[in-house]
């Protein structure tokens, strides 16, 4: 059997313990529940943060050694993080990737510098500032990495950026080219907007905003200053008549 600690996304979190050979979709599915609200499953993170993210097409994949390896992904502590249509995979690749670099000892060279310098990377990316040479670079700093660390917490630090360049590299090329999160996670991507057509000009989203970078008389459309918004998202949230457009 294999113990697993069930997180993320899913309805029934806490510690599973399974037999061997069974699938990714019956522990999400019969033993976690699903994920809430019906959303559709996107991956599941397995081993730790130096895991890797097996995606939906994957969800058949038996947990034994081998099958999840074969994947790209490990067993390592037992982790289970479960991610649905909204986790953007290149935020995913910096959390994971953030505590790894934090946990290094320091000792080699490869793990010290080489995930400082993916860490770098996968922030510029997330800011829109990415170039598309940049995927070509994290994979092979995390070759480098990889062959080069001395202990297994280098060794498999890149997996959580090598899994998601393997099986979302479409959200990589979407934050580089179209400067674009699909999921609307990364902050720095993200721009707001008032429909004037649906805004009734009740003020509330002006009387939220911390910076006050929204202006309009009541009763008439609203307007929000890019240059003084800081995308707290305290008018999308305010904003009854969904005026607010976030994109």
């Not at 699909?182 to 004037?196: G, N």
């Not at 003020?203 to 240059?227: E, M, T």
């Amino acid at each position: 059997t294999k113990v697993f600690a069930l997180a993320g996304k899913i309805n029934n979190t806490g510690l599973v313990e399974v037999p061997m050979g069974t699938t990714l979709r019956e522990i999400v599915y019969e033993i976690g529940g699903g994920i809430p609200g019906g959303k559709a499953f996107k991956a599941a993170q397995t081993g730790g943060p130096s895991g890797g993210c097996i995606p939906a097409d994957l969800l058949d994949t038996k947990v034994d050694y081998d099958s999840i390896n074969a994947t790209g992904a490990i067993m390592g502590s037992g982790g289970m993080v479960v991610m649905d249509e909204d986790t953007c995979m290149v935020d995913v690749a910096k959390y994971f990737l953030h505590f790894t670099q934090n946990e290094s000892c320091g000792k080699c060279t490869f793990c010290r510098i080489g995930t400082r310098r993916m860490l770098e990377i996968l922030d510029r990316i997330s800011q829109g500032k990415g170039e598309i040479e940049d995927i070509e670079r994290l994979q092979e700093l995390a070759q480098n990495i990889n062959q080069g660390s001395l202990c297994g917490l280098g060794q498999s630090a890149p997996n959580p950026v090598l899994t998601t360049l393997r099986y979302f590299k479409h959200e990589y090329e979407a934050h580089i080219i179209d400067k674009k999160c699909p999921t609307q996670v990364c902050v720095d991507l993200l721009t707001y907007t008032i429909d004037k057509d649906k805004c009734r000009g009740c003020h509330v989203c002006a009387l939220r905003c911390p910076v006050k970078c929204i202006s309009g008389k009541r009763k008439q459309p609203h307007v929000i200053d890019p240059a003084l918004c800081i995308k707290c998202d305290s008018c999308y949230k305010s904003c009854r008549f969904d005026a607010v457009v976030k994109a």
